[in-house]
Structure formats: C-alpha cells, structure tokens
C-alpha cells in the first residue's frame, strides 16, 4: 500500500472529538503526513501478523497483560505491603530521600523499601494513566484492526478504548523507568545498575511490541506512549520528592477532565483508587505515629542513615502475600455487587467500588498483614 493510500485511509479516521477539536482531533493525521511516519508502519503491522503463530501469540498476550493496569496495581500493592512503615524510617511526610538503600524502590539487604516511596510511586503511575486517558480521550484515533480491515486484532479485550498514545507502554515506561531513575548505582555506572537498567529496557519493549504483534497498535502509538512515560519516569520520582505537597493537584485536574469532559470510567475508577489509597496511607502513618508499634527503636533523626538501629516488622510470607491480593479482589467484587444491588449509576459504583480498593491496599491489608506476622512470631517464640 502506498504512501498516499495510508494518508487517505488515516484521513478517514475523523471522528467526533476531531469535528470538535479540529485537525488535533485526530493526531495521526499529522504524524503520517511525513514520509518517516509513512507506508512502513503499515508494513511493519502486515509482517508481525504472517509470523503470528498460536504459542507465540500466548506469549504476546501473556506480555501484554504485563502492561495492564491490574498488573501494576497488583505489584505496587505488594511492593507496599513489604515496605517498612513511613513513620518507622522516622520521614513521613519528609521531602528527601525516605530510604537508606541507593534506589528508594528496591529491597535492600537490610531494609525494605519505604512504604512512602512506594505510594509515590503509586501516584506517578496514577498520574500517567490519566494523562493516557486524556490524551487518547482528545485525539481519539481508532487502532489499526478498526480502520483496516487488512489487520486483524487479536486480544481485543485489552484494547477498549482509542489507540493514540498506547496505555501499556506509556505505563511500562513510567513504572520502570521510575525504578531505575530512582536508583543511584544506575548513575555511578555499577554492574547491577546496567543490569536494572536492561531489565526494564527490555520490559518496555517487548510490551510494546506484544501490542503491535496483536495489531492492537500503531507503532507511532507506542513510540509516542514511551516516550511520554520515559519522561514521567524519569523526571517523575524527583518532581514529587520536590512538590510533594502540591503533586496531586495536576493529578487531580487530569481526573476533572477525565471525569466530567469526557466521562470516562476509567478515570472514575483511578481517581477513586487515588483517593482511597490517599486516605489510607495517611491513616496508616498516622496510626503508626500515634502507636509507635511499627518499628521498636525507630530512629526519628530524619538525617540518620544508619540501617543497624532499626528492628524491623515481621516479613510478609508469599502466603501472606497472596492472601492480600485475594482479599483486596474479594472486597472490590462484593463492594461492586452490593451497591449494583442498590441500584446505584455505574460511575459511582465504579467510583466507590474502587475507593474501597484504595483503602484497602495502603490501610486494611497492611493492618491484616501486621497483626498476621506479628502473631505467627509470637507463636514461635
């Protein structure tokens, strides 16, 4: 197909928001109007469907569910639990470094990630999912299965919404590039820094390409989607240290727009999760504050870095682990039937639903999770 074929074919892909917007409703007319972005996107599309394969096609789809939202509302939430308590490291709410360990994100030898860092890192993926949501909310392009009919999707479920940026690799990127960014052996040029910095390259990539192998995007979707999130990753982890008292007010004006311009669920549902997570982080550090019974001997000197004089709390079990995931799909299940019972609007179900959710991961679990490993070592002594 010719160049000139493309053009018309992308011509056509004007939708409502681009009889609103004008020629930005509909942005890949403008990144195909170059020879760069042309025929080869097509091209590239039509070559990964005629090497598709059934086991192959599982791996894709396995790799793709990598980038889902669930996936990393699962791993942020395990990272939580395992986390030692903010008020425990003696810096809630401290605008600096909340961990001895060079990467705030990762788990050290001697103590586990603060749990501080791991809720903003919670609301820097937040953060980028909404400004998805908004940007492809905007544009409103159609993904390739929709306007060709040459490109056949598969594992279509995992693409309900419009293509422009792609969502899984505008995440992958923000979520592990953060991890990286944040890691001060990456900067002084270390083995394990190279190493960390290949691992979440190649997370990023083979996400992204696993959505144009299902011809579920474009490949402009996902080199604009990584590059947005390369730059939220990037940047976003010292940002937030910077304004941490001010970060969530962009956050919260994507989810206005989200929300009340363009009526999206989704945005219903991560401002919902935002704000119950909030709320229980806040409670939890404050719980720990007013108890002292998250870590026996915390130093409370903000500038201390000493890892030796600090008892931590009982390590979570995989078993332990697993339970909270399961407890924290229980809750969302049966919060959603009821008030679907009730007969309330989706959105607020969806809302409310997901503010539970929230709630649940920064406050129930790591109250459940707490009391669970403080009496099995009780018991074993």
């Given at each position: 197909?010719?160049?000139?074929?493309i053009?018309?074919?992308?011509?056509?892909?004007?939708?409502?928001?681009g009889?609103?917007?004008?020629?930005?409703?509909?942005?890949?007319?403008?990144?195909?109007s170059?020879?760069?972005?042309?025929?080869?996107?097509?091209?590239?599309l039509?070559?990964?469907?005629?090497?598709?394969?059934?086991?192959?096609?599982?791996?894709?789809?396995?790799?793709?569910?990598?980038?889902?939202?669930?996936?990393?509302?699962?791993?942020?939430s395990v990272?939580?639990?395992?986390?030692?308590?903010?008020?425990?490291?003696?810096?809630?709410?401290?605008?600096?470094?909340?961990?001895?360990?060079?990467?705030?994100?990762?788990?050290?030898?001697?103590?586990?990630?603060?749990?501080?860092?791991?809720?903003?890192?919670?609301?820097?993926?937040?953060?980028?999912?909404l400004?998805?949501?908004?940007?492809?909310?905007?544009?409103?392009?159609?993904?390739p299965?929709?306007?060709l009919?040459g490109?056949?999707?598969l594992?279509?479920?995992?693409?309900?919404?419009?293509?422009?940026?792609?969502?899984?690799?505008?995440?992958?990127?923000?979520?592990?590039?953060?991890?990286?960014?944040?890691?001060?052996?990456?900067?002084?040029?270390?083995?394990?820094?190279?190493?960390?910095?290949?691992?979440?390259?190649?997370?990023?990539?083979?996400?992204?390409?696993?959505?144009?192998?299902?011809?579920?995007?474009?490949?402009?979707?996902?080199?604009?989607?990584?590059?947005?999130?390369?730059?939220?990753?990037?940047?976003?982890?010292?940002?937030?240290?910077?304004?941490?008292?001010?970060?969530?007010?962009?956050?919260?004006?994507?989810?206005?727009?989200?929300?009340?311009?363009?009526?999206?669920h989704?945005?219903?549902?991560?401002?919902?999760?935002l704000?119950?997570?909030?709320?229980g982080h806040?409670?939890?550090?404050?719980?720990?504050?007013?108890?002292?019974?998250?870590?026996?001997?915390?130093?409370?000197?903000?500038?201390?870095?000493?890892?030796?004089?600090?008892?931590?709390?009982?390590?979570?079990?995989?078993?332990?682990?697993?339970?909270?995931?399961?407890?924290?799909?229980?809750?969302?299940?049966?919060?959603?039937?009821?008030?679907?019972?009730?007969?309330?609007?989706?959105?607020?179900?969806?809302?409310?639903a997901?503010?539970e959710?929230?709630?649940?991961?920064?406050?129930?679990?790591?109250?459940?999770?707490?009391?669970?490993t403080?009496?099995?070592?009780?018991?074993?002594?």
């Open positions: 197909m010719s160049f000139d074929a053009t018309a074919v992308n011509l056509g892909m004007v939708s409502t928001s009889l609103l917007f004008g020629a930005f409703g509909n942005f890949s007319v403008l990144l195909t170059a020879a760069p972005l042309g025929d080869w996107q097509l091209e590239l039509l070559w990964l469907q005629s090497v598709r394969h059934p086991v192959l096609t599982w791996i894709m789809g396995a790799l793709t569910m990598l980038g889902d939202d669930l996936f990393y509302v699962a791993v942020l990272m939580y639990w395992t986390g030692s308590s903010a008020y425990a490291a003696g810096r809630f709410g401290s605008r600096h470094r909340l961990s001895s360990s060079p990467n705030p994100y990762s788990v050290s030898a001697k103590r586990p990630q603060n749990r501080q860092n791991t809720f903003e890192l919670m609301q820097l993926v937040v953060f980028s999912v400004l998805n949501i908004v940007i492809k909310n905007f544009v409103d392009a159609p993904r299965f929709e306007a009919t490109i056949e999707g594992w279509t479920f995992t693409a309900g919404s419009a293509s422009f940026p792609s969502g899984h690799a505008q995440t992958a990127a923000t979520f592990w590039l953060a991890l990286v960014s944040a890691g001060g052996g990456v900067r002084r040029g270390k083995r394990g820094g190279v190493v960390t910095i290949g691992i979440a390259c190649s997370f990023i990539v083979l996400i992204s390409l696993s959505r144009l192998y299902l011809g579920v995007h474009w490949p402009q979707d996902v080199l604009a989607g990584g590059l947005i999130g390369g730059v939220l990753g990037f940047l976003g982890p010292s940002l937030l240290k910077r304004f941490i008292r001010w970060c969530l007010i962009p956050t919260l004006a994507l989810s206005a727009i989200g929300i009340f311009v363009f009526l999206d989704s945005a219903v549902q991560l401002t919902g999760l704000m119950g997570a909030t709320i806040a409670n939890s550090g404050l719980t720990a504050r007013s108890t002292g019974t998250a870590v026996k001997g915390a130093d409370t000197d903000t500038g201390s870095d000493s890892d030796t004089d600090i008892d931590l709390v009982p390590s979570a079990k995989p078993a332990h682990l697993l339970f909270g995931i399961l407890t924290v799909a229980a809750a969302y299940g049966t919060t959603t039937w009821l008030l679907t019972a009730f007969g309330l609007p989706e959105l607020i179900v969806d809302g409310l997901t503010l959710t929230g709630l649940m991961i920064t406050w129930g679990v790591p109250a459940l999770l707490e009391a669970a403080s009496g099995i070592e009780r018991g074993s002594v």
